[in-house]
């Protein structure tokens, strides 16, 4: 498994009464593979996962695996209220063939360093696929500190990444202080990943690359390859829409951006309701003024999905 690169974190599309459009999520995937993305994370946060059921979760793993066609890996985000829950969909994701999970802590329930580690030990031992945790202490209360990420590591020897959304670049630094090369750290918060890569960071995973993934590779691998001033010009135009990814309504915001560019809709699914009214206004004005003004290390139009 290959923890590098960019790989959104995509979204679920859905129709007009709300059933899923999997073949939008289809072409969606090859779009971005075709893009420069080096994999694809599905059934994450930003694909609104708490609100499928679970048949659903399945048919868009396997909707998506073929698709790729193992151009890239097809990662399944792996969450639930129980350990048995998040364990099941573990065991199915891998029968489908996904190449690797990564694992959400409980959610609803922030428990102790104890049951936290119980629970995702326990993914982590439902199947021998490489696997990433996802530390976000903001969204679901449970902070997995570097010392304890480093436990895993010693522990586990599918446990090969982790997704650092703690909002603090200084996170990074501190993992690989621990674990050196020894384990893949992948920034998970949009308009951070220039100071992430800064400190050592090997991958991205994406939320705004879902629209404009052609931009988000570039900015990736010019921060990669030490071309400040070019990273910087496109890091600049482009943080009014990376930093739709941190705020509460981050599904919403990245959805408008979709449709700003003709990459989908901005449909979400209740209890997440469309913006409406001044807020619309705003982020919309916000939306296509960047897309308008674009930095000219990017001069290039925004290329639709046709197919």
């Not at 969204?139 to 480093?150: C, K, S, V």
Request: proline share 5%.
């Amino acid at each position: 498994m290959n923890w590098k690169g960019v790989m959104p974190a995509i979204t679920t599309c859905f129709g007009q009464d709300y059933t899923l459009d999997y073949g939008f999520m289809a072409r969606h995937c090859r779009w971005l593979l075709d893009h420069g993305c080096t994999g694809i994370v599905l059934l994450g946060s930003l694909g609104e996962s708490s609100t499928l059921q679970y048949e659903e979760k399945l048919e868009i793993l396997s909707t998506c695996f073929a698709a790729v066609e193992r151009r890239a890996p097809v990662v399944a985000a792996i969450s639930g209220l129980s350990t048995a829950e998040a364990v099941k969909m573990a065991k199915a994701a891998a029968d489908i063939g996904c190449d690797a999970l990564m694992i959400l802590p409980p959610l609803l329930y922030p428990g102790d360093w104890r049951e936290s580690k119980a629970h995702v030990a326990a993914v982590l031992k439902a199947t021998p696929l490489s696997c990433m945790l996802y530390n976000n202490p903001v969204a679901y209360g449970t902070d997995f500190l570097p010392e304890q990420i480093r436990e895993f590591a010693r522990e586990y020897e599918n446990f090969d990444a982790v997704k650092e959304s703690s909002m603090d670049a200084r996170r990074v630094s501190a993992i690989r202080a621990l674990l050196g090369d020894d384990l893949d750290v992948l920034v998970g918060v949009d308009d951070a990943i220039v100071e992430g890569i800064g400190v050592g960071a090997t991958g991205w995973v994406a939320g705004l690359a879902n629209a404009l993934p052609r931009e988000s590779v570039d900015l990736f691998n010019l921060a990669r390859n030490g071309e400040r001033e070019k990273a910087f010009e496109l890091y600049r135009w482009f943080l009014p829409l990376l930093r739709m990814d941190t705020v509460p309504k981050f599904v919403q915001l990245i959805q408008l951006v979709q449709a700003e560019a003709g990459m989908g809709n901005a449909r979400v699914r209740p209890p997440r309701l469309e913006s409406v009214g001044k807020e619309l206004d705003l982020t919309l004005e916000v939306i296509r003024d960047t897309l308008r003004n674009r930095s000219p290390v990017v001069n290039r139009p925004v290329v639709t999905i046709t197919k």
